[in-house]
Structure formats: structure tokens, C-alpha cells
């Protein structure tokens, strides 16, 4: 056993048994189903009781999912950690950050497609919305955005309607209909944002503070 470094910070018990669970969870997933049964299937193989399972997963198969989607995130960030992002265009840059998301998910398919058939279910459509909106929040960063404005929001609004579809089609459809999906979509959203910057929309706000200083003053501002 590797002795810990002088000075370092203990592992959380919490996080480590998290992971442990969510491995368990993993294994029987396919078996199971996403739901309470595959919770405490998980939480006995690690010698947890129910109190410990309510203290550690308090939401039960909400909990484990969020859990498993921020474990695809990490490994997402980790591949394009491997990747210069200033080498490419935007939109190779977005291609490349859906792909790899879609690609981390794929290791664990089995899994990954009962969860996201949990996600799908009406009364977790929040809970999918929130965590695509991580994901999508993960990517952009990668991707080198730092709009702080009303962009940074409809970025990763745009993003989340996209990853969203892209990878319920790679968990059921397979790799070549979602990465053909994902470059559509890049060409719609990039035809849009090109016609976007052509258009002054502040334009009909600053005709009617015109039109209201002549009325008030007799002059152009």
C-alpha cells in the first residue's frame, strides 16, 4: 500500500465511495436497471447499510447519475487535455469536444444507455437539462470561451441542444449517425451566427431613442 506524502490531503471517504458505488452500480446496471434496486445492489457490494446509502446518496439513482455523467466529463476533459485547442477552428474545436464527450460515455455503454433512459423520463428532464448544461459548460471552456456576457449563456444553451440528441444517438444508434448529426448541427448553428453578425439589432432600439429625443428636444442625439 502507497503510503500518503507528508503534508498531503487524506482521499474523502465520501468521494472514494462514491466512485466505488458508482463501479458497483456499473457492473449491474444493464441487469438491473437505473433505479432504487440497482442503488442499494450497488451500496451493499461496498458493505454500505441503508443509512450510509442515504447519507452518501441521499437521491438515489438522481444521485448515481450525476455521478456517472461528471465521471464522463472528467474523462472527456482528460482526452482533450491531449489536444490543442488554439491549433483549430471553433468549430473543429466543438466537434472535437462532442465527439470525445460521446466517445467517454461509450465505455461504459451498457450503463450509460440505462442511465440516460432514466434521464429521458419526465421527472428527471431537469436533472438531464442540468447536466448537459455542466457538460456543455466543460466544453466551451476547453474550447477557450470566455464571453461573460449574454453569450456565455446562449452558448451553452446551443451546445446542450446538441449534445443532448448526439449522444442518445451514439448510445442507440451507433458512432456514424451522431457524428453525422453533430456536423450538421455545427452548420446550421455556424450559418446562423454568421447571418447573426451581419445584423445591427440594436438598430430599431437606437431609431426609437432617436425618434424620441427629436420629439422632446428638436435634435438627433
Known amino acids: 500500500m502507497t503510503e500518503p506524502s507528508p503534508g498531503a490531503e487524506a482521499p474523502d471517504w465520501a468521494d472514494q465511495m462514491e466512485q466505488s458505488v458508482l463501479d458497483a452500480a456499473i457492473a449491474r446496471a444493464d441487469e438491473l436497471g437505473w433505479n432504487s434496486r440497482l442503488v442499494r445492489a450497488a451500496c451493499a457490494a461496498e458493505g454500505l447499510s441503508l443509512g450510509d446509502q442515504e447519507l452518501l446518496l441521499p437521491n438515489g439513482p438522481r444521485d448515481l447519475a450525476a455521478l ?42 451498457p450503463a450509460t444507455r440505462r442511465c440516460a433512459g432514466f434521464l429521458g423520463l419526465p421527472p428527471n428532464a431537469d436533472l438531464g437539462l442540468s447536466l448537459a448544461w455542466e457538460t456543455a459548460d466543460h466544453l466551451w471552456r476547453w474550447a477557450g470561451d470566455t464571453a461573460t456576457d449574454w453569450n456565455h ?7 446542450s441542444g446538441i449534445l443532448i440528441p448526439a449522444l442518445t444517438m451514439r448510445w442507440f444508434d451507433g458512432r456514424e449517425p451522431a457524428e453525422a448529426f453533430v456536423a450538421r448541427r455545427i452548420d446550421n448553428v455556424m450559418a446562423f451566427e454568421k447571418w447573426k ?3 445591427d439589432f440594436q438598430a430599431p432600439g437606437r431609431k426609437l431613442t432617436e425618434a424620441l429625443a427629436r420629439m422632446r428636444y428638436g435634435q438627433r442625439v
Open 68 to 109: 456517472l455523467s461528471r465521471r464522463h466529463d472528467a474523462r472527456t476533459m482528460a482526452a482533450l487535455g491531449e489536444i490543442d485547442a488554439g491549433s483549430l477552428k471553433i468549430r473543429e474545436r466543438i466537434a472535437h469536444a462532442v465527439s470525445a464527450r460521446m466517445e467517454a460515455g461509450a465505455e461504459t455503454l
Open 153 to 159: 449563456y446562449s452558448k451553452r444553451v446551443i451546445l
Open 197 to 199: 453578425a451581419g445584423k
